[in-house]
């Protein structure tokens, strides 16, 4: 199965979106998720000029070959720009692997070791009455475990908190929205919230919070220590790491769990961190951390250490990479949670999909491939909307981790 083609879209039906698709002498073709959210262009470049003039040729089944020659063979290896390159074509050739032999990707990857995927969605509120709201907004729909962000009294911008009526979506201006932070009155505030919600719903809701690499290693341990009464699932990128070993000041001070990687581009960002144990979950995912082929080699050496798998699912991923997620979701024996935010309609209608969702759990479905495809009539009606992420300063002006 001969690569003879592979082209970039790039759609825009309401956030931006780069897909690869890689063409075949079959007449066959399989898609991959390229975004990097406010980098979309400089992904789609990379594809074009650097690695589609090496795939043309190639046989399409060689899949780690692939990976290794764009990896290896690369001089300037990772980084988020590269890995994402990386990732589109390891899930299109993934897709395609899994046509040709007329299965769902999971079971080429090894069959189903649960019967669904549990997810977690994102309850969001302009202050804490109106995420205790969300919160019940969320078990009536039938999740099982919610994440829970608020806007802190004060603090222009808080994260997680859209500034309409619609889902969540940071990356809003051609230019970054400047956001200000301080930490006081987060630690101050967070607790609080917890108080609220727990209150409110009780104690058998999954819980989950998202600190967003605001916290040095001594106040997220402080705040992790603050939450362990209310029993979160997890507390999410609590300090930049960057620095592995800072999670060692984390662990020390609480028990609660500690889950990071949404931002990890290879094994090497968290080879400490699962080693020593220092997280609970490792939250890398398909789109950039170099495709399911590198995934699943971090997962491997997670279950090593008794660290579970909870990949990011915001929507500045594509349904290409929520697909190819909850195959290797369904498949990964070391499965914690799936992020699930929900796309739009217009966004659901350029990408066509199998998964499903039901009382908490979501399944890939049974489409060969991983089960998600691209109208490209209808991606062609969303041009590029040029859109940068925020950034954070503090009140005296510092720049800070947005």
Known sequence: MKITGARVIITCPGRNFVTLKIETDQGTYGIGDATLNGRELAVAAYLEHHVIPNLIGRDAHRIEDIWQFLYRGAYWRRGPVTMTAIAAVDTALWDLKAKAAGLPLYQLLGGASREGVMVYGHANGADIDSAVAEVGR???MGYKAIRVQAAIPGVKGSYGVGRGKDGYEP??????????????AYLDFAPKLFDAVREAHGPDIELLHDVHHRLTPIEAARLGRALEPHRLFWMEDCTPAENQEAFRLVRQHTTTPLAVGEIFNSIHDCRTLIQEQLIDYIR???????????????????ALYQVRTGSHGATDLSPVCMGAALHFDLWVPNFGIQEYMRHTEATDAVFPHAYTFKDGYMHPGETPGHGVDIDEDLAARHPYDPKQLPVARLADGTMWNW
């Not at 230019?175 to 006081?184: A, C, F, G, N, Q």
């Not at 495709?291 to 997670?302: F, S, Y």
């Open 138 to 140: 969320y078990v009536e």
């Open 284 to 302: 890398a995912t398909v789109v950039h951390a170099g495709g399911i082929t590198h995934l699943r080699q971090i997962a491997a050496l997670a």
């Open 171 to 184: 990356a809003e201006s051609a230019l970054p929205y400047e956001t200000v932070w301080s930490t006081p």
